[in-house]
């Protein structure tokens, strides 16, 4: 009941005026960033982690920042999952579309590979809004289930909303079902994994890496476009389709996990504050489970 209440109470919220939904996610990203909570301690080490050269004043600067887009980060999804009209997304500028289009005119609809950047969700919506316009497949996205399944049904249903079909994060024969009947593939494979992965180095720290997006590409010579998008102010935001990488080319998985990263690393460094810090991204670590953050 109170799942229902809340979703409700989101959805309401996501049709206010643009301006107004965003200002209440920087509302209440500072609210993040004033009281005591464990994802904004989450945050700060991850960041003494990823930038030990930064100074304190520099860390404690993007962690104000950081958890302010966290705020703003939240109500973008509300925005992606529960707006009626898409009329909103004329304020995102699509850079790079022309690779998309390209490989699907060709027959080869590509992985469009990402990493956990606030607006990561809303880009997906922009660019599947203008896939549809150009006449081509919409992107399908690939999403971990929520461990709270009735949000799971409404955040799903929202999904389906802008990509017709959602897939199980594990579940690679359906990905390759979507990319055969000709749509790309959304997914971010940057977060934390405990199987089928090997530790990768993410900002010099070892990160278990999920291995199956390179073995699924490297079997099947499934292309790989990295896709991100970027916040560039108050309700104007940017997607940015880069040409197809060889990132998942390499000689094993350990290489092609650490080129993933790297890839990611050079795609967060011009917004380091949009990134998703507060996520365990070190949760499992070479010296034990939560070794890193055990003390918090």
């Given at each position: 009941m109170m799942t229902e209440m809340a979703v409700a109470l989101a959805r309401a919220v996501a049709r206010w005026p643009v301006a107004w939904v965003t200002a209440a996610g920087r509302g209440l990203g500072r609210l993040f960033w004033w009281l005591p909570n464990r994802r904004k301690a989450i945050a700060r080490r991850n960041l003494e982690l990823c930038f030990p050269h930064w100074s304190e004043a520099q860390r404690q600067a993007c962690l104000k920042a950081t958890l302010i887009s966290t705020g703003e980060g939240l109500s973008e999804l509300l925005l992606s999952w529960w707006r009626p009209s898409d009329r909103w997304l004329d304020a995102v500028e699509i850079?790079?579309?022309?690779?998309?289009?390209?490989?699907?005119?060709?027959?080869?609809?590509?992985?469009?590979?990402?990493?956990?950047?606030?607006?990561?969700?809303?880009?997906?919506?922009?660019?599947?809004?203008?896939?549809?316009?150009?006449?081509?497949?919409?992107?399908?996205?690939?999403?971990?289930?929520?461990?709270?399944?009735?949000?799971?049904?409404?955040?799903?249903?929202?999904?389906?909303?802008?990509?017709?079909?959602?897939?199980?994060?594990?579940?690679?024969?359906?990905?390759?079902?979507?990319?055969?009947?000709?749509?790309?593939?959304?997914?971010?494979?940057?977060?934390?994994?405990?199987?089928?992965?090997?530790?990768?180095?993410?900002f010099g720290v070892p990160a278990a890496t999920v291995t199956a997006p390179a073995r699924l590409a490297r079997r099947f010579k499934v292309p790989v476009l990295p896709c991100f998008?970027?916040?560039?102010?108050?309700?104007?935001?940017?997607?940015?389709?880069?040409?197809?990488?060889?990132?998942?080319?390499?000689?094993?998985?350990?290489?092609?996990?650490?080129?993933?990263?790297?890839?990611?690393?050079?795609a967060i460094a011009p917004y380091p504050e949009q990134y998703l810090w507060v996520h365990r991204r070190f949760k499992n670590h070479p010296q034990g489970r939560n070794a890193v953050y055990r003390d918090l």
């Amino acid at each position: 009941m109170m799942t229902e209440m809340a979703v409700a109470l989101a959805r309401a919220v996501a049709r206010w005026p643009v301006a107004w939904v965003t200002a209440a996610g920087r509302g209440l990203g500072r609210l993040f960033w004033w009281l005591p909570n464990r994802r904004k301690a989450i945050a700060r080490r991850n960041l003494e982690l990823c930038f030990p050269h930064w100074s304190e004043a520099q860390r404690q600067a993007c962690l104000k920042a950081t958890l302010i887009s966290t705020g703003e980060g939240l109500s973008e999804l509300l925005l992606s999952w529960w707006r009626p009209s898409d009329r909103w997304l004329d304020a995102v500028e699509i850079e790079g579309f022309e690779h998309l289009q390209k490989a699907l005119q060709n027959g080869q609809a590509p992985l469009l590979l990402s990493c956990h950047l606030h607006a990561m969700e809303l880009g997906g919506r922009a660019l599947n809004r203008r896939l549809r316009e150009a006449g081509l497949p919409v992107g399908h996205v690939l999403a971990r289930q929520h461990n709270n399944k009735v949000l799971q049904k409404h955040v799903d249903a929202g999904r389906r909303g802008f990509a017709e079909k959602t897939i199980d994060k594990k579940d690679m024969k359906q990905v390759l079902a979507s990319l055969r009947a000709g749509h790309p593939v959304f997914l971010a494979p940057d977060q934390n994994f405990s199987y089928q992965c090997v530790y990768a180095p993410f900002f010099g720290v070892p990160a278990a890496t999920v291995t199956a997006p390179a073995r699924l590409a490297r079997r099947f010579k499934v292309p790989v476009l990295p896709c991100f998008a970027y916040r560039l102010g108050k309700n104007r935001w940017k997607v940015v389709v880069h040409p197809a990488t060889d990132v998942f080319e390499q000689d094993d998985l350990n290489a092609a996990a650490t080129a993933m990263n790297a890839l990611f690393e050079s795609a967060i460094a011009p917004y380091p504050e949009q990134y998703l810090w507060v996520h365990r991204r070190f949760k499992n670590h070479p010296q034990g489970r939560n070794a890193v953050y055990r003390d918090l």
